[in-house]
């Protein structure tokens, strides 16, 4: 009895630990649109929404994001509960932050500086 309680605690976190992890290599493609932009403080509708893909693998740091046909690459972090994508550029940066329920937020900073919001679904 004792081997097999031994045994167990060998196996069990392994068995958990294989059951809620992503599969390394998955692709999550994002597809996204903004419906609202903010500035101090104030969202007004965006009119027509602007589409934009966002895209990452399990297990890479880097992502891509696609808009009208230009793509960039971005920085990838896993947060609680959602993914942001960081795209650093000359005059500042631009945070996509997709959570648990598909909502998109953006936060630009440096001269371009502006908040906007959308939804996403995953594919």
Do not use: W
């Given at each position: ?12 976190p392994a068995v958990v ?107």
């Amino acid at each position: 009895m004792k081997y097999l309680a031994a045994l167990a605690a060998l196996l069990l976190p392994a068995v958990v630990q294989a059951t809620t992890q992503n599969t390394p290599g998955a692709e999550f493609v994002y597809e996204c649109q903004i419906e609202e932009i903010c500035k101090s403080g104030k969202c007004t509708p965006a009119g027509t929404p602007k589409k934009i893909m966002l895209k990452r693998v399990e297990g890479a740091s880097k992502g891509t994001l696609s808009v009208d046909g230009d793509v960039a690459e971005l920085h990838v972090f896993k947060g609680l509960g959602s993914y942001e994508f960081l795209q650093i550029t000359n005059g500042g940066s631009v945070g996509y932050t997709i959570d648990e329920s598909g909502t998109l937020a953006i936060r630009a900073t440096g001269a371009n500086s502006r908040n906007e919001r959308g939804t996403c679904t995953v594919s």
